[in-house]
């Protein structure tokens, strides 16, 4: 009995809001001393230059059309995270292991969080720009190249992290597949909040399109971590069609989050985090219009689930040293 009480209790705390200590950043997006303009004072590598492939860029109708190109591929099934305040953004941790593969993308990557970008109540905040024109937010997944543990470590190898774009655009009615993530960002208004959630499948937080076979025009080119220290090694995909929510969930992101801490007098909203555009001087930018294809894992229980986390960074860097030979 006292051992099921113990398990119960556990399985319950993982659904609490929980905070930890998150250290303060030496840049923002609005302040005047430190600017995505000012960046490069301490992030010499984020100097905007143009023969560099910084991102993000516009995205437009000079992109090369090449519709031979393999699908997107993502595989796995992701059903439960962690939403955090992590002070330049909101992220999603994912639980379970999921990757992503083909298009003009080099390796099967492994993902491990979606990240946002937004404006302001009055202002739109996609990094990226559609035919210059700027949606109200951008999420971003993150997935991490075969043999590198995490993002940080991955930014070390070109093509070592691969991002995917997609614009979220303001519909009429909520986006009851996204509702599970705007109401965390509710309950993580500060730096260091976290909480766990339940998630919707990769496929339900895509875009649909209504061209045959539900194809999907996205962009490809190899560019940068558009947030210090602006490492110039990401790949690139950006989805032409956006995902709607409502503008209630998109108020969730503009109107309850802080990058100032509790404790701190002078609170501080977390709006307009987003890098300006970018010279695409020297970027090649391709198009593709591919059908986005899931392969879901099912059947499997959740300790299996659990299981597939570790083993999945295993033959990660397994697939590293076998092509080091």
Same mark, same amino acid.
């Given at each position: 009995?006292?051992?099921?009480?113990?398990?119960?209790?556990?399985?319950? *705390?993982?659904?609490?809001?929980?905070?930890?200590?998150?250290?303060? @950043?030496?840049?923002?997006?609005?302040?005047?001393?430190?600017? +995505?303009? %000012? =960046?490069?004072?301490?992030?010499?590598?984020?100097?905007? &230059?143009?023969?560099?492939?910084?991102?993000? #860029?516009?995205?437009?109708?000079?992109?090369?059309?090449?519709?031979?190109?393999?699908?997107?591929?993502?595989?796995? @099934? /992701?059903?439960?995270?962690?939403?955090?305040?992590?002070?330049?953004?909101?992220?999603?941790?994912?639980?379970?292991?999921?990757?992503?593969?083909?298009? =003009? @993308?080099?390796?099967?990557?492994?993902?491990?969080?979606?990240?946002?970008?937004?404006?302001?109540?009055?202002?739109?905040?996609?990094?990226?720009?559609? !035919?210059?024109?700027?949606? +109200?937010?951008?999420?971003?997944?993150?997935?991490?190249?075969?043999?590198?543990?995490?993002?940080?470590?991955?930014?070390?190898?070109?093509?070592?992290?691969?991002? #995917?774009?997609?614009?979220?655009? #303001?519909?009429?009615?909520? !986006?009851?597949?996204?509702?599970? #993530? *705007?109401?965390?960002?509710?309950?993580?208004?500060?730096?260091?909040?976290?909480?766990?959630?339940?998630?919707?499948?990769?496929?339900?937080?895509? +875009?649909?399109?209504?061209?045959?076979?539900?194809?999907?025009?996205?962009?490809?080119? &190899?560019?940068?971590?558009?947030?210090?220290?602006?490492?110039?090694?990401?790949? =690139?995909?950006? @989805?032409?069609? +956006?995902?709607?929510?409502?503008?209630?969930?998109?108020? /969730?992101?503009?109107?309850? %989050?802080?990058?100032?801490?509790?404790?701190?007098?002078?609170?501080?909203?977390?709006?307009?985090?987003?890098?300006?555009?970018?010279?695409? /001087?020297?970027?090649?930018?391709?198009?593709?219009? &591919? /059908?986005?294809?899931?392969?879901?894992?099912?059947?499997?229980?959740? *300790?299996?689930q659990t299981f597939f986390i570790p083993l999945?960074?295993?033959? *990660?860097?397994?697939?590293?040293?076998?092509?080091?030979?």
């Amino acid at each position: 009995m006292q051992c099921w009480l113990l398990l119960t209790f556990l399985m319950l *705390s993982n659904f609490k809001t929980s905070a930890a200590e998150v250290p303060r @950043l030496d840049y923002c997006y609005k302040e005047t001393d430190c600017n +995505p303009y %000012l =960046w490069v004072k301490s992030y010499p590598s984020c100097l905007p &230059q143009k023969d560099k492939l910084h991102s993000p #860029i516009d995205l437009n109708d000079e992109a090369v059309r090449n519709d031979t190109v393999p699908a997107l591929m993502f595989r796995g @099934l /992701a059903r439960s995270g962690t939403v955090k305040n992590v002070r330049d953004t909101v992220v999603v941790d994912f639980d379970e292991c999921m990757t992503v593969s083909g298009g =003009w @993308l080099k390796y099967k990557y492994r993902l491990v969080q979606i990240r946002f970008h937004w404006g302001s109540k009055t202002t739109n905040g996609s990094e990226h720009t559609l !035919n210059n024109r700027r949606f +109200p937010m951008e999420m971003q997944l993150v997935g991490v190249a075969p043999g590198y543990k995490d993002v940080k470590s991955a930014l070390n190898q070109q093509s070592g992290v691969a991002m #995917i774009g997609v614009f979220i655009d #303001i519909g009429p009615v909520n !986006n009851v597949h996204f509702k599970a #993530i *705007s109401d965390a960002v509710s309950k993580v208004p500060y730096p260091g909040d976290s909480v766990k959630v339940t998630l919707p499948t990769l496929l339900q937080l895509m +875009p649909t399109s209504n061209e045959p076979g539900n194809r999907i025009k996205f962009f490809y080119y &190899q560019g940068g971590l558009t947030t210090p220290p602006c490492s110039q090694t990401v790949d =690139w995909i950006v @989805l032409e069609n +956006p995902v709607l929510i409502s503008s209630e969930q998109y108020l /969730a992101f503009v109107t309850h %989050l802080y990058y100032s801490d509790k404790s701190d007098s002078d609170q501080k909203l977390l709006e307009e985090n987003y890098r300006p555009i970018q010279s695409s /001087a020297m970027h090649k930018v391709l198009v593709s219009a &591919q /059908a986005l294809e899931f392969h879901l894992a099912r059947g499997a229980s959740r *300790s299996l689930q659990t299981f597939f986390i570790p083993l999945c960074v295993l033959l *990660s860097l397994l697939h590293l040293s076998l092509t080091m030979v």
